[in-house]
């Protein structure tokens, strides 16, 4: 069990002994084409791995077993990378969205309920998009009638990742459709087993079906699940906090460096060109994969200052969205470089890697993939609606 | 000892409350018409502050403070495309009498340069703007107990206003030496190069048979020598990539007042999203340059070792980044952005100067490639 406090080197060493011992030799090419059951199970038996180790939620508060500085998260985030370990996927919105939430707008009852179970291996999904509510989440239209000390939920949700395998969903429903759309909306956590849901799988562009429609048909959740004031779930929801963000893209930052772009400088050795040329020796396939390399640099100076204005206690909500743009955009046009770089070859179909990051070396079905980064967690242009309104003060 | 960030954010208030008031547009303007081509009262007050002696060691009469420190002036600078010889002086040619190896020459001249009492530069690009070794037409022979130099270096930094030149010469066996040289020394000629960036004046300097003695190396010919060229090179690019991102961040804020303020179809033109978007854009890019430029002057301050690596990363992005700031500035301010009234040319002139004048990003790209593949395809 790895414990905060101690000295960083002796972290990072821990950090990277635990991978050397843990993370399973192979495993890339194993779950490659794995299909969604083997997937599943595999990424329960990996976030039960972490659990045991002190790695699962080191930015959590002490008495929830995180507690780990931002520093030491940082050290952490970077040897998981290095270390090459499987994506703690199937959790993270459990981790990463869900429990930040509980910490800032629950009840110490509802953390004493929900926690524990998080820590325990239960999956979490976020029920917030629906068909007609997606960049404009505030129209949403599932609807929650009061009565007495339960709600009655029906509509649809919609994009629901991992909700098939969800114990819990943390949902927005509208409780007051007489109020502007902000104000009357509230927070929920639906027991993913009641009565009354139905999910179905969609199957996604590259080939995972990893997200869902989820219906709700008089669905009974109790009072005592809201999750903040009643018709106030908007200010509840505000999504990832900009702190988890900058840790969470730093992993990603870090993977990108060292499996995709140094991955594809290695792999270009063996690469030939159309005359029977390396790849790697090509000047214009050089000068682009060492400015990729550049790039990948320059986001992680923008994490550091990031952190470090975080560790400062300086507001960094401004620069969440302008590190969202930076890296998805980032690794969205690397991805597309490398598969151009490919030709005909980069076509071939070797079988989805669904539970590595966003650079599994498959560069075409990593491109497409890449799609999700623009569009999650609200899409690239309403993150540049929100640099102009919040950080230069353009009228809306 | 580098600055806290409260003394940072002190100089940086100091040099931008210094500026606004003395390299105002209007004082831009009439400077670069003038002779000189830069302002000797600001100059000296520029040295009264204490801004070309921050990164120089205490036993040596300056702060002691680090690179990353001047780069808050160097920055600054940029916001008011301040014609100056901060750049020539203070960082090139200090920089490489820092890095040299034999103090009796070196030591003399620094002082002075600290001390405001002359200017200097550094001539080490080709006549063609190049500086790869192979392309070096400045070329240096013994004469005696002296050396020649003969042919000429190109993008001369303020090469006229200098007392001293450190100038990079090749001999005919390719052996690199850097040597201090006197701008009054015979057969010496400065020529004005005419750019279109018109706060940097960059000259053509030719040597013919210039004779300097051989005390005046600042290092040992050959390997050493070189390796002094590729701190400078560093040093020019970070300099370059700082000024380049405090221009980008002026035209960013000055974009986005300007949006909030122009009205067109009743409303004014940054609640338009392309208009928003061009100026978020703005801000993403300029974010990244100055978090680049920020941590590549750091590294300046640390081991040499990682430095080309630096200067690498650097040139790849900033250059391009802050140029297309600017252009979205000239596109934001359309017809009156179009004027050589409006300062968005201003902008974009150093901007784009600042991009290539230590090397293409292309060029640097090249270089990163031949450094760091080697050892990332054998990880
Ligand atoms: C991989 C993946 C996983 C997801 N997981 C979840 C999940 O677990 N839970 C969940 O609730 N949701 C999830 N989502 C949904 C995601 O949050 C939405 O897709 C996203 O918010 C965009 O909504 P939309 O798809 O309806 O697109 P729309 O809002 O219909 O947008 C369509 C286009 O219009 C643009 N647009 C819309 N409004 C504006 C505007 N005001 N200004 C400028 N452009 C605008 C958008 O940028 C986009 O280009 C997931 C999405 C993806 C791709």
């Known amino acids: 069990m790895l414990e905060p406090g101690g000295a960083l080197a002796e972290l990072r060493v821990g950090v990277r002994h635990w991978c050397e011992a843990h993370v399973p030799p192979g495993w890339r090419h194993q779950q490659r084409g794995a299909d969604h059951a083997e997937l599943v199970e595999f990424l329960r038996w990996w976030g039960g791995e972490l659990r045991c180790s002190g790695l699962f939620a080191p930015h959590w508060p002490r008495e929830w077993g995180g507690g780990f500085s931002v520093e030491e998260q940082v050290v952490i985030a970077e040897e998981l990378a290095r270390g090459d370990v499987p994506r703690n996927a199937l959790f993270h919105v459990a981790v990463f969205n869900v429990a930040p939430t509980l910490f800032h707008n629950a009840t110490r009852e509802q953390r004493d309920r929900f926690l524990p179970g998080i820590r325990d291996g239960e999956v979490w999904c976020q029920g917030y998009s629906e068909p007609d509510a997606g960049s404009d989440l505030a129209s949403l239209q599932t609807r929650a009638v009061r009565d007495g000390d339960r709600y009655i939920v029906n509509g649809q949700k919609v994009w629901t990742s991992w909700a098939r395998e969800a114990d819990w969903c943390m949902l927005l429903v509208r409780t007051d459709p007489s109020e502007a759309k902000h104000q009357g909306i509230s927070c929920l956590v639906v027991d993913m087993h009641s009565p009354g849901i139905a999910v179905r799988p969609i199957q996604q562009a590259w080939g995972p079906a990893d997200f869902n429609e989820v219906f709700f048909d008089n669905v009974v959740i109790p009072v005592e699940n809201r999750l903040g004031p009643e018709h106030g779930g908007w200010g509840v929801a505000q999504g990832t906090l900009a702190a988890e963000r900058a840790i969470s893209i730093l992993e990603m930052t870090e993977r990108l460096r060292h499996h995709g772009i140094e991955g594809a400088i290695r792999e270009a050795v063996a690469w030939r060109l159309e005359r029977g040329e390396v790849a790697l020796d090509d000047p214009a396939v050089r000068e682009l994969l060492a400015e990729c390399w550049a790039e990948v640099h320059v986001v992680r100076n923008v994490l550091n200052q990031m952190i470090d204005d975080i560790i400062l206690g300086v507001d960094v909500s401004g620069s969440s969205s302008v590190i969202k743009v930076l890296y998805s955009e980032l690794l969205h046009r690397m991805m597309l470089r490398i598969t151009d770089l490919r030709g005909v070859a980069g076509q071939i179909d070797a079988g989805v890697l669904a539970c590595a990051g966003w650079e599994t070396g498959f560069w075409m079905n990593d491109f497409i993939h890449s799609f999700g980064w623009l569009i999650g967690g609200g899409t690239n242009e309403i993150q540049r609606n929100v640099i102009g309104e919040r950080m230069l003060g353009l009228p809306r | ?379």
């Open chain 2, 1 to 379: 000892m580098t600055l806290s960030s409260a003394e940072q954010h002190e100089l940086r208030s100091t040099a931008r409350a210094l500026l606004g008031r003395a390299s105002t547009s209007k004082r831009v303007r009439e400077v670069v018409a003038s002779e000189a081509g830069f302002d000797a009262d600001l100059w000296k007050q520029m040295v009264e502050l204490g801004w070309t002696s921050i990164h120089v060691p205490e036993r040596l009469g300056g702060a002691g403070c680090g690179y990353a420190d001047l780069a808050v002036v160097l920055h600054e600078l940029g916001r008011a495309f301040t014609p100056s010889p901060f750049l020539a002086t203070a960082v090139l040619a200090t920089g490489a009498l820092l890095a040299a190896d034999h103090d009796e020459v070196a030591v003399p001249v620094l002082a002075e340069l600290v001390a405001g009492g002359s200017l200097g530069t550094v001539a080490f690009a080709s006549v063609g703007g190049s500086y790869e070794p192979a392309q070096r037409s400045v070329s240096w022979s013994p004469d005696g107990t002296a050396v020649q130099l003969n042919g000429a270096a190109g993008y001369v930094v303020d090469a006229a206003a200098s007392d001293v030149l450190v100038v990079a010469a090749r001999a005919v066996d390719g052996t690199t030496a850097v040597m201090l040289v006197d701008a009054t020394s015979a057969g010496l000629r400065v020529e004005r190069m005419q750019t279109i960036d018109l706060t940097q004046r960059l000259f053509n300097v030719s040597f013919d048979g210039v004779r300097v003695a051989a005390e005046q190396m600042l290092t040992e010919p050959g390997p050493r020598a070189e390796a002094l060229l590729d701190r400078l090179l560093t040093l020019g690019v970070v300099a370059t990539a700082s000024d380049a991102a405090g221009i980008a961040e002026q035209a960013l804020e000055s974009t986005a007042q300007y949006a909030r303020e122009r009205i067109q179809f009743g409303r004014p033109i940054g609640s338009f999203q392309a208009v928003k978007h061009h100026c978020a854009n703005m801000a993403v890019a300029v974010e990244a340059s100055r978090a680049t430029t920020k941590a590549a002057a750091t590294d300046l301050d640390g081991e040499p070792a990682g430095w080309r690596t630096t200067a690498g990363i650097t040139a790849s992005y900033v250059g391009p980044a802050c140029s297309e700031v600017c252009a979205l500035a000239m596109r934001v301010h359309a017809g009156i952005g179009f004027t050589w009234e409006h300062d968005t040319h201003m902008w974009m002139k150093r901007a784009k100067l600042d991009e290539v004048l230590f090397g293409r990003p292309a060029w640097h790209r090249r270089r990163l490639a031949d450094d760091m593949f080697p050892v990332l395809a054998a990880k």
